[in-house]
């Protein structure tokens, strides 16, 4: 799969089926990779594009703060690279400010979006979670750090099923093991990314269909901020996932991929 110059730096892409192209943006820590299940069953309708953003993966990671707008100028080098207008995109927490940069600055390329446990503005619990953060990763052993990362985004329900308790003891044990992992540099500049992102009033300059979701338990991206932004966007729609935390996609997986699925498949 091609590795592109764009924006001063090397990014990573996969695709992954064929129809309209449907772009996928991972939130923090994560690699396009780690959309694999919710493509198994986006890619029957559309050509999904799944992008390492900058600081992950197999794409450059400079040291240095990042921004979401320069992360979106990033993801708009890859459509331009496959000479492509308009695209539907999905953004995940920190994917979901890259969307939202694209569809401030780049109307004309976001045809519809989805944006999942979102955020307009960091208030001071927020900054101060990215923050420890950082100072986590500068600390703890990967299978640790990862522990951490699922506190923060699983539900009490989730932590309470044995079978779902189980996978997530093997996730900690293969974050050991990763081959790849994301360095403390490519961690720090995305956190900035996340903490310096403040586009309320812009908002209501996106005219694109927008679908909203969040988790009622979430405690990473509260749904305060969820509901800010479904509230800020003309005519978008909401839903909370209910006893769902930060990773509700993954909570309620089945039913988040055919929502989310036919809500883009109805939009033209």
Not at 30 to 36: D, L, M, Q, T, Y
Not at 37 to 62: E, M, Q, T, Y
Request: proline share 5%; glycine share 8%; aromatic share 8%.
């Amino acid at each position: 799969m091609p590795t592109i110059t764009t924006n001063g730096i090397n990014i990573y892409f996969e695709e992954r089926g064929s129809g309209e192209p449907l772009l996928l943006i991972m939130g923090i820590t994560a690699p396009g990779s780690v959309w694999e299940k919710h493509v198994a069953r986006w890619a029957k309708s559309f050509r999904c594009i799944l992008v390492d953003n900058r600081g992950v993966g197999k794409s450059d990671k400079p040291a240095g703060s990042y921004t979401a707008l320069q992360m979106a100028q990033d993801c708009i080098g890859v459509l331009d690279h496959l000479g492509l207008g308009v695209v539907k995109v999905v953004g995940v927490s920190m994917g979901s400010i890259i969307a939202q940069q694209m569809a401030i600055h780049y109307p004309t390329r976001v045809k519809a979006m989805v944006l999942m446990c979102p955020w307009a503005r960091c208030d001071n619990t927020a900054k101060a979670i990215f923050q420890h953060m950082k100072d986590c990763k500068a600390r703890l052993k990967p299978d640790e750090f990862s522990l951490y990362i699922q506190l923060l985004i699983f539900s009490k329900r989730s932590w309470d099923d044995e079978e779902f308790h189980s996978g997530l003891f093997e996730d900690r044990k293969n974050a050991a093991l990763d081959p790849n992992p994301q360095p403390l540099i490519g961690l720090e500049a995305q956190a900035d990314a996340c903490i310096n992102h403040s586009v309320l009033e812009d908002l209501k300059k996106i005219n694109c269909p927008t679908f909203v979701l969040g988790g009622e338990k979430d405690v990473f991206t509260p749904q305060w901020m969820t509901k800010e932004v479904a509230s800020a966007i003309p005519n978008s729609k909401l839903h909370i996932y209910p006893e769902s935390g930060h990773a509700f996609h993954w909570e309620n997986l089945e039913d988040f991929n055919e929502r989310v699925g036919d809500w883009l498949e109805s939009q033209g």
